[in-house]
């Protein structure tokens, strides 16, 4: 029986190793650029090309490789969310297990796409759809004075408290005459009900003068999580449900939805938004376009 298990385990480890599929050093430069000329000219002004050679971006891909190296760990999570997804979202249980985390940009980079200059003149931030915290300890660590959090998970709200950020509720957080100097919005259009509706508020929370920090991946694909799954958004953007190239789609969500709201364009950036991975493959990416934009 003992020899048994052996090779079975000899087994499983070598299907192990040969199913991993390799990953590149370091991200290709191709994504994180795009071809100016097919962008809404105002956005072709203002485009910053970023890349990978950033600490934070190579620190997190190097995270990467030793979690995916990791089959023990791997076997454990797939045995333990075999059971928790009978009762929470997959963003819950990523929180609870603190596995299949996120990265978007640096630190660095986001004072590329924020234009101020330390030290930081803005005073509060809100985050829309936090996460983790993230992105969030990176705008209070480039000094601002109030960092404000909305989160639908509640184990991930649980983790933002334990950062000591003020977690609003997702439904009341634009009641009361309070504005806020920066709203962060990233990765959330795509996945809420209302996305239209949510906008709508961002932009009415704003102060004069504010700026709206947004993320959005394309192709545009988006559903609600929940526990069953995934259901269809309650509002739907049907523009940017049409196939398009990158720039295509970025110019239609600055020309049929940003700018009728009367903001200007501050500046853009094309990032792969990436996720830790598994076993078999290091990390995951999607195709993201971060978009600052400010409220006249």
């Not at 983790?132 to 709200?157: F, Q």
């Not at 906008?199 to 993320?215: I, N």
């Not at 192709?219 to 999580?225: G, H, L, M, R, T």
Request: charged share 25%; with cysteine.
């Amino acid at each position: 029986m003992r020899l048994v298990s052996r090779v079975l385990l000899r087994s499983a480890l070598s299907s192990y190793q040969e199913s991993r599929e390799p990953e590149e050093e370091d991200l290709p430069q191709y994504m994180y650029s795009c071809d100016k000329s097919r962008l809404a000219p105002e956005l072709s002004r203002c485009f910053v090309e970023l890349g990978p050679d950033d600490e934070e971006t190579q620190a997190f891909l190097a995270s990467c490789r030793r979690h995916s190296s990791n089959l023990c760990l791997h076997l454990l999570y797939n045995c333990l969310r075999m059971v928790l997804c009978l009762f929470l979202s997959q963003t819950s249980i990523n929180g609870l297990l603190e596995t299949g985390k996120m990265f978007l940009f640096s630190r660095q980079q986001l004072c590329k796409l924020l234009p101020v200059h330390q030290p930081w003149p803005l005073n509060s931030v809100m985050e829309i759809g936090a996460g983790d915290g993230n992105i969030s300890e990176k705008y209070r660590s480039l000094g601002a004075a109030s960092v404000c959090a909305t989160e639908a998970s509640g184990v991930m709200r649980r983790v933002l408290r334990k950062k000591g950020f003020k977690v609003l509720d997702v439904e009341t957080w634009d009641r009361g005459p309070h504005k806020y100097d920066v709203v962060s919005c990233l990765n959330v259009l795509d996945r809420c009900s209302r996305p239209l509706s949510l906008l709508r508020q961002m932009a009415d929370k704003l102060d004069s003068g504010g700026l709206l920090v947004l993320a959005l991946v394309f192709p545009f694909e988006p559903f609600v999580e929940n526990v069953l799954g995934q259901k269809e958004p309650a509002e739907t953007m049907p523009a940017l449900l049409q196939q398009g190239e990158w720039e295509d789609m970025v110019s239609t969500l600055w020309r049929d939805t940003l700018q009728p709201m009367g903001f200007q364009p501050v500046s853009l950036t094309r990032l792969p938004y990436l996720c830790e991975g598994d076993y078999q493959t290091e990390y995951y990416y999607l195709d993201d376009a971060v978009l600052v934009v400010q409220k006249c």
